[in-house]
């Protein structure tokens, strides 16, 4: 969100502005961003753009010549294991920033205005899951379709206290929930205008104590499989998978710095969707 072209401007001009509570960017902070540009071009075949010193180096990654990401360096102080960051749409980030701490959420990062393109704040919502929110100005987010290899694709927070997520994302943002029903996994989806935009996973005893909440990002692949053997050769540690669903053949993956994503090939899907009840 630190740094944007004039040729992203422009194409912004002309992308219509996504719902409120709507996933629209995501980006990393990385402690080698070098390493981080190399592994996802690897992996998943981006391209990147110049840093801009101006906003602290954030380096935006293209699949196809169009934007979905970014990786930028930590700012001092802030030095620690990579994680992506979802973020969310806002049509006022104040008033979002307001609703997040009127409903057990924290306000980590003030909202605050990035020139032109925007503005920016982040959030932790009660479960202990980082996100992010973004009043669009010039910038409006992904350029590419969700369905694009190298474009995101979904997200999901895995927390350990889904009561409380459950409680505090439709209050914050105008969800309505449906609730999957599968007595082996707790999943909850969210909907804007019928719309379903993000995923709410229970983390099991399967996750070590140590691992935190967080906000799982998928990025869509033509080959899951292969994906993933690019991810291995170049560092990566397969989580899960690569498993067939309804939605797609997808695997977890955490990349050389340790930040956690999934692959997902949507054009090769097995089973029945499941049933989900309104909740």
Not at 23 to 41: L, N, Q, R, T
Not at 98 to 122: K, S, Y
Not at 191 to 204: A, C, K, Q
């Amino acid at each position: 969100m630190r740094n944007r072209t004039i040729h992203l401007i422009e194409r912004a001009a002309v992308m219509a502005v996504r719902p409120e509570g709507t996933p629209c960017w995501a980006d990393a902070m990385f402690s080698d961003v070098e390493a981080a540009k190399h592994f996802y071009g690897e992996v998943l075949g981006w391209t990147f753009g110049d840093a801009s010193s101006e906003y602290g180096n954030y380096t935006q990654a293209y699949a196809d010549g169009k934007a979905v990401a970014a990786v930028v360096p930590p700012m001092p102080g802030q030095e620690g294991q990579s994680q992506w960051c979802l973020y969310l749409a806002s049509e006022d980030a104040a008033a979002t920033a307001a609703r997040i701490r009127e409903n057990g959420g924290e306000v980590l990062m003030e909202p605050m205005q990035v020139g032109d393109f925007g503005t920016m704040c982040l959030g932790r919502e009660p479960g202990g899951a980082v996100f992010g929110v973004w009043q669009a100005g010039a910038h409006e987010g992904f350029e590419a379709a969700p369905e694009q290899p190298g474009a995101y694709c979904w997200a999901e927070v895995f927390t350990r206290e889904p009561e409380r997520t459950d409680a505090f994302l439709p209050a914050v943002f105008p969800y309505t929930a449906k609730q999957m029903q599968d007595d082996a996994v707790d999943f909850r989806m969210f909907e804007i205008g019928g719309d379903t935009v993000l995923g709410r996973m229970r983390m099991t005893e399967e996750f070590p104590p140590e691992v935190p909440s967080y906000v799982n990002v998928y990025f869509t692949v033509d080959d899951c499989d292969g994906a993933v053997a690019r991810a291995t050769k170049n560092g990566g540690t397969l989580r899960f998978g690569p498993m067939d669903t309804p939605f797609g053949r997808f695997a977890a993956i955490s990349d050389p710095q340790g930040a956690n994503f999934s692959v997902i090939d949507v054009t090769t899907t097995a089973g029945e969707m499941p049933q989900t009840t309104d909740v």
